[in-house]
């Protein structure tokens, strides 16, 4: 390149088109150590030290997998399942925000609210449902509450957390500008909540597929658990695991998406 008369270099030509953009590959050193145990579980069931009556081979659990995604089965057991769980957490995220503001931001609403909430956040599932068979009866009323209470603990507690961890600078700073206090709760505080009730929202989601576990042992006719548990009184072990992949994905994608918002919704953290 050649140097101009007034010794500055020239400035290379505008092609007209925006920069392109990195593109971002998929890490696949995390598929290798489940690549790894898949392998691993293979191997153990063709050379017979994992007998088929204790654990089917994964080739089998994929048979058994596509045969019940062609009659049918598996996909109105995810349904249910998923009916189920969006019932409860609709029920179970209305009362642990509600109760999580309440709670957070009036010292008498902590005082009132608080100790029953850490109470009844301690009490096993498996100890609840007696009870709530005797008020709700076996219908689907029971699983509904279960994946609710799953749901509810974990988003009041990361709410609350995040209404009294709000930056006291820009509260006051707030009050400085003359923000009434509904104005400072809108503006300030809950933005500043958003993202504790956002890692709330994720373990919510995680709990109420395993409350929906042990919800779908009462007594379910359909659903994801009373698929794992007819396979079980046959001993199918193959269509056992099946089912708890399925939990397993359906817990992924749901993680999946939380995170995903938490890119859109938290996008000014990292202007």
Known sequence: MSISTT???????????????AVRRPDLKRWISPAVLVAAWQIASTTGVLPPDKLSSPWTVVQAGAEAARSGELGTAFAVSLGRVGAGFA?????GVLLGI?????????????PPVQMLRTLPFLGLIPLFILW?????????????????????????????????????????????????????????????????????????????????????????GYLINNAREFLRTDVVVVGLV???????????LVR??????LRWRTR
């Open 102 to 114: 309440v709670s957070g931001l009036s010292r008498w609403g902590e005082a009132l609210v608080d």
């Open 7 to 21: 010794g500055v270099l020239p400035r290379a030509r505008s092609t007209g088109r925006p920069p392109r953009k």
């Open 246 to 256: 399925l939990y397993a994905v359906l817990g992924l994608v749901t993680d999946a």
């Open 136 to 224: 709700f009866g076996i219908g689907e009323e029971t699983k509904i509450v279960l994946v609710a209470l799953g749901v509810a603990f974990p988003l009041y507690l990361n709410v609350h957390s995040g209404i009294r961890g709000a930056d006291p600078a820009l509260v006051e700073a707030s009050r400085a500008l003359g923000f009434s206090r509904a104005e400072r709760l809108w503006h300030v505080v809950l933005p500043g909540a958003l993202p504790q009730a956002l890692v709330g929202l994720r373990q919510s989601l995680g709990l109420a597929w395993l409350a929906l576990i042990v919800g779908e042992t009462v007594n379910a006719d359909a659903g994801v």
């Open 260 to 265: 995903l918002l938490e890119r859109k919704v």
């Open 91 to 95: 029920l179970g995220a209305v009362a």
